[in-house]
């Protein structure tokens, strides 16, 4: 098990980058704050109730929609990207296309323009959403890598800044300024991310895969510190880049090319594609983005009105981050398995949820409206504790480096997928069904906590090259590197530890001893 010790720098980059990771979260929520505005709704002829209501549905069910439907595409568009161009070159390509599709919407003066710039928005989210983490789990030490990567989750709900701005916006008398003011700010995070960009290394396992060993020695130098009194053939750095480039040559053996053929090519392969596209389906199938994309709505449907909506909202956001920022200090600790499948608790606190709108919604019965928004809360505190940074770390690590871009890929196409088909069907079932299409979002979590528990493997601790014996391929232990005499002892000793089962142990150690 590689260990290794982060530096500062390695901090630095890993937060730095989640600046992509905070331009998906805000601009995905920026859309929720913006309904809660009635300068919004005024401007562009839009009504909650009333004769015009069915038509102002179908334009904010299409506004998250083509935000949904262009990250699907921006999924499937990043990964050749980043294996062609870089993982630092494709993030400052996707910045842009977030900076041109910002500016489209905060300066639309017609509903076609504001749904256009919502599509290309949605593309470089997808685009981002992908190429963050991928970056960050290449450049992350096993020991840390679930905090460090777990920063992208962490950001993601920096999305609560979308409900303070809302808030904030709300008392801004320029009426024009308030929504314009609101979606102009998308722009900052990836601004500030391309600006600093160059400044940021490329990921070593990708310039391995390029064969420029060189470059990737600099890199995992300015990295991971290790031990001063180590001869230099024996630092951290050294040991990772061997680890790196064995593991590479072990899979191209068998690689005849690097792209979405050779993704679905071996069954190890396909194996962990299902695995990364089911879990982020799962994330969503827990009702997230339905509650946040609507919340102000339903806030509304509770009685509430003004300001407190939105204070609501950014509340709740905020609370997201926090959680999230707990998920990832204890990923590492806790592994990534046991932690996810606390999004039993969403499903209970849905539950809850439930049965306050049912009861209460259109009533002026202040207990219960409050009980609603409770169940609120404690929803999204299960599920920033449990999902949101877990799943991009686990989706992160599974794949193996000439993949890994169209995994994840794949994975996150998953939670886009499954965006569109529920907030879709979402202004449709509230009107048919109303509280009912919540019954979804309660059953669909307990079978994928079922899943996660019974197949998945877990993978904290175990570097990303560790990681391939456990979906049944070679993999490339740090301490084998040095000496086969020490294999045996070094993978049991490594591996001693409550994460994962024993056959899965047994496994790593008899599939890591080198020639």
């Not at 890929?409 to 202004?427: C, D, E, K």
Request: proline share 4%.
């Amino acid at each position: 098990m590689s260990s290794g010790t982060s530096t500062r720098y390695n901090f630095l980059i890993v937060f730095f980058v989640a600046l992509g990771s905070f331009t998906y979260g805000f601009n995905s929520a920026i859309s929720g704050s913006v309904l809660g505005l009635t300068s919004f709704l005024d401007y562009f002829n839009l009504s909650t109730s009333g004769p015009d209501a069915a038509r102002s549905n179908r334009i904010i069910g299409a506004n998250n929609g083509l935000f949904a439907g262009g990250g699907i595409i921006g999924c499937f568009l990043v990964p050749t990207l980043l294996d062609r161009c870089g993982r630092r070159l494709a993030i400052q390509l996707t910045t842009l296309i977030c900076i041109i599709s910002a500016a489209l919407q905060a300066g639309s003066v017609h509903v076609a323009m504001l749904l256009i710039g919502r599509f290309l928005n949605g593309i470089g989210i997808g685009m981002i959403d992908v190429a963050v983490p991928i970056y960050q789990a290449e450049i992350s030490p096993a020991s840390k890598r679930g905090r460090m990567v777990g920063s992208h989750g962490f950001l993601v709900t920096k999305q609560a800044m979308a409900g303070w701005v809302g808030y904030g916006c709300f008392f801004i008398t320029n009426p024009a300024l308030q929504w314009r003011l609101c979606l102009a700010i998308q722009i900052l995070a990836p601004l500030l991310l391309l600006v600093g960009s160059p400044w940021m290394p490329e990921s070593p396992r990708w310039l391995c895969l390029k064969a420029r060993v060189p470059e990737a020695r600099d890199v995992l130098n300015k990295l991971h510190s290790s031990n001063s009194s180590q001869p230099e053939e024996d630092s951290l750095a050294e040991r990772e880049l061997r680890q790196i480039r064995v593991q590479l040559e072990i899979e191209n053996q068998t690689t005849t090319s690097h792209g979405w053929k050779e993704a679905f090519s071996r069954p190890s392969y396909r194996r962990r594609l299902l695995y990364g596209f089911f879990l982020q389906c799962i994330a969503q199938s827990t009702g997230v983005l339905v509650v946040n994309n609507y919340q102000i709505l339903l806030y509304d449907g509770l009685g509430l009105r003004g300001s407190i909506p939105l204070l609501l909202y950014a509340c709740y956001n905020s609370l997201a981050a926090f959680m999230n920022w707990v998920n990832s200090l204890i990923l590492d600790r806790f592994g990534r398995i046991r932690i996810m499948v606390g999004l039993i608790g969403c499903s209970l606190s849905l539950c809850g949820f439930t049965a306050m709108v049912a009861e209460f919604v259109g009533t002026d019965n202040k207990i219960g409206n409050g009980f609603g928004v409770f169940f609120l809360y404690l929803f999204v505190f299960f599920y920033g504790g449990s999902m949101d940074a877990s799943s991009y770390v686990y989706c992160a690590e599974i794949f193996p480096t000439p993949i890994r871009a169209h995994g994840v890929g794949l994975s996150v196409a998953g939670l886009f997928i499954m965006t569109l088909i529920y907030t879709q069907a979402a202004p449709t079932a509230f009107a048919e069904v109303g509280w009912k299409y919540y019954l979804v979002f309660i059953i669909i979590p307990w079978i994928g906590a079922f899943v996660f528990q019974k197949l998945y493997p877990e993978t904290a601790g175990l570097s990303l090259e560790e990681i391939a014996v456990l979906f049944g391929d070679e993999g490339v232990q740090h301490e084998n590197l040095n000496s086969n005499e020490k294999a045996s002892s070094s993978v049991e000793a490594g591996l001693s530890t409550d994460f994962g089962d024993k056959s899965q142990q047994s496994a790593i150690a008899e599939h890591t001893e080198m020639p």
